[in-house]
Nanobody, 124 residues
Framework: QVQLVESGGGLVQPGGSLRLSCAAS????????MGWFRQAPGKEREFVAA????????RYADSVKGRFTISRDNAKNTVYLQMNSLKPEDTADYYC?????????????????WGQGTQVTVSS
């Protein structure tokens, strides 16, 4: 079965950096869009970033553009999210997801499989 396992979350001070990883298994990784979403307490899950199968096409939420970078290594079945200049409002559980197709989309319903999430806390 498909498994997505996130890692790399933690506590970081404002202005700091973290790199999230998501290891995928049970799917033909290189054929699918991959995405990162986040959910803060009491809020809906929101799109953060997505990357197409080849790594060429990427999309970002306006709130993270210029600070976050999504990348993937198809040989390792892994997608990454480099987060720089972190702000307290970036605090959330971060989820990796695999898209239902090759289309690079931003909507939750366009993603079929989800990881369990990794917690990111930005606080001094």
């Amino acid at each position: 079965q498909v498994q997505l396992v996130e890692s790399g979350g933690g506590l970081v001070q404002p202005g700091g950096s973290l790199r999230l990883s998501c290891a995928a298994s049970g799917l033909t990784f290189g054929q699918y869009t991959m995405g990162w979403f986040r959910q803060a307490p009491g809020k809906e899950r929101e799109f953060v970033a997505a990357i197409g199968w080849s790594g060429v096409v990427t999309r970002y939420a306006d709130s993270v553009k210029g600070r976050f970078t999504i990348s993937r290594d198809n040989a390792k079945n892994t997608v990454y999210l480099q987060m720089n200049s972190l702000k307290p409002e970036d605090t959330a559980d971060y989820y990796c997801a695999s898209g239902k197709s090759m289309v690079v989309t931003t909507t939750v319903y366009s993603y079929g499989y989800w990881g369990q999430g990794t917690q990111v806390t930005v606080s001094s």
